[in-house]
């Protein structure tokens, strides 16, 4: 399963900016899609999360700013971010969570997959 990301760019402060996520190959089943971030000098942190059943989790220093959304039918999950902060600026990563075909209609085995990342630069 290969995903790639999307939509990156420098934008100022309060600008708005959409990230998108495409998802391709096989698979059985994704349990759920998420958007992390990487600063310069720290950790990967889990910015938003949609489950399979449309279960939403969303970091607290985004939440009400940013909203994460998946099309099944295109295969894409979104990260629409709004009032955009210089501490905004990171690598933004695309994250899937499933299952890899199985027999018949089983599923297989987990997988977890990472897209390339895309450079979110907020100035202020």
């Known amino acids: 399963v290969q995903l790639q990301a999307s939509g990156g760019g420098l934008v100022q402060a309060g600008a708005s900016l959409r990230l998108s996520c495409a998802i391709s190959g096989s698979y059985h089943s994704i349990d759920s899609m998420a958007w992390y971030r990487q600063a310069p000098g720290k950790e990967r942190e889990l910015v938003a999360r949609?489950?399979?059943?449309?279960?939403?989790k969303h970091a607290a220093d985004v939440e009400g700013r940013f909203t994460i959304t998946r099309d099944t039918a295109k295969k894409t999950c979104d990260l629409h971010m709004n009032s955009l902060k210089p501490e905004d600026t990171a690598v933004y990563y695309c994250?899937?969570?499933?299952?890899?075909?199985?027999?018949?209609?089983?599923?297989?085995?987990?997988?977890?997959?990472w897209g390339q990342g895309t450079q979110v630069t907020v100035s202020s």
């Open positions: 949609i489950s399979s059943a449309g279960d939403l």
């Open positions: 994250n899937a969570v499933g299952f890899l075909p199985g027999r018949g209609w089983s599923p297989g085995r987990s997988f977890t997959s």
